[in-house]
């Protein structure tokens, strides 16, 4: 079947994806997930109704056993046996997608662009853009045909706290951080026990929320504008880190919408720096 999603599209629309959803050549993944302060079972939700056909991606699950720290990056090897078994071949086109329109999805999208997948878009909207079209759900486990992908790292599409205290040090990079201002600025605790709360010092804030607009990125337009206002220059190079690793993708994906490069993400985030004594933080 020919696919009429450019393959270079960030975005495919709720009926481009029904009226392709069949083919063998796309992988509807569900990547939705949850904070553990929610309380929400993102898996059970998944069982509950999803788009026909996609299978579930676990953040948590398909992640770094050997860390304490959230849903880091998997190696290699691990991460091309989960791809394989959830259905993914080296030549599929990935739609990823999760339940609250724009939040989750991002962290999948840029996952899979550091192993390598040239085919990735996320449904416009998410899961509420589909249900509020009225196309059809269903519920249960899906079984997908073991696919054979074969993962190749990225490592310029991720950084480590290494290089993010070098970019602080030299300004190589601007550091940009999705977190919510009261947390950026240490006036909230961190949901997650045992970090200390700030910023890590000449860190930007650029909170999430302010890039997404009912669900869906806002326009470039908008965007551009909310970039400049935030005093983020989008032509020098940038490095996204948030709490987790998670929100600091949406950071990443807006950047990608203007046209630019994916920038660098710090995967540990502050779950790492925020829990490491000898690196700075600073409140204001």
Request: with cysteine; charged share 20%.
């Amino acid at each position: 079947m020919t696919l009429f999603i450019n393959p270079k599209s960030l975005f495919v629309s709720p009926q481009q994806l029904e009226t392709l959803r069949s083919s063998s050549e796309i992988l509807i993944l569900d990547a939705s997930w949850h904070m553990p302060t929610t309380g929400k079972n993102a898996y059970k939700d998944y069982l509950n109704e999803h788009i026909p056909g996609a299978v579930f991606f676990d953040i948590d699950a398909i992640s770094d056993k050997e860390t304490d720290l959230p849903h880091m990056l998997p190696s290699v090897d691990f991460f091309s046996l989960a791809m394989r078994a959830l259905g993914l071949n080296n030549e599929s086109h990935a739609v990823v997608y999760d339940s609250l329109g724009l939040f989750s999805a991002p962290r999948l999208w840029w996952t899979l662009q550091v192993f390598g997948l040239r085919k990735i878009s996320i449904l416009a909207g998410g899961l509420p853009a589909w249900k509020s079209q009225g196309l059809p759900l269903e519920t249960g486990p899906v079984n997908s045909r073991p696919g054979n992908f074969e993962a190749r790292y990225d490592a310029s599409l991720v950084a480590n706290a290494q290089e993010v205290a070098f970019a602080l040090n030299t300004g190589e990079a601007q550091i940009l951080d999705a977190r919510s201002s009261g947390r950026f600025r240490g006036e909230v605790p961190e949901p997650r026990p045992g970090l200390r709360s700030g910023h890590m010092p000449g860190a930007l804030n650029l909170p999430f929320q302010e890039l997404i607009e009912n669900g869906s990125l806002s326009s470039i337009e908008t965007l551009e504008k909310v970039f400049q206002n935030s005093g983020i220059n989008i032509q020098k190079p940038i490095i996204a880190t948030c709490g987790s690793g998670l929100t600091a993708c949406i950071l990443a994906l807006a950047i990608a919408a203007t046209g630019k490069d994916i920038p660098k993400v710090y995967d540990g985030s502050w779950s790492e720096w925020g829990g490491m004594e000898n690196l700075p933080v600073e409140k204001s």
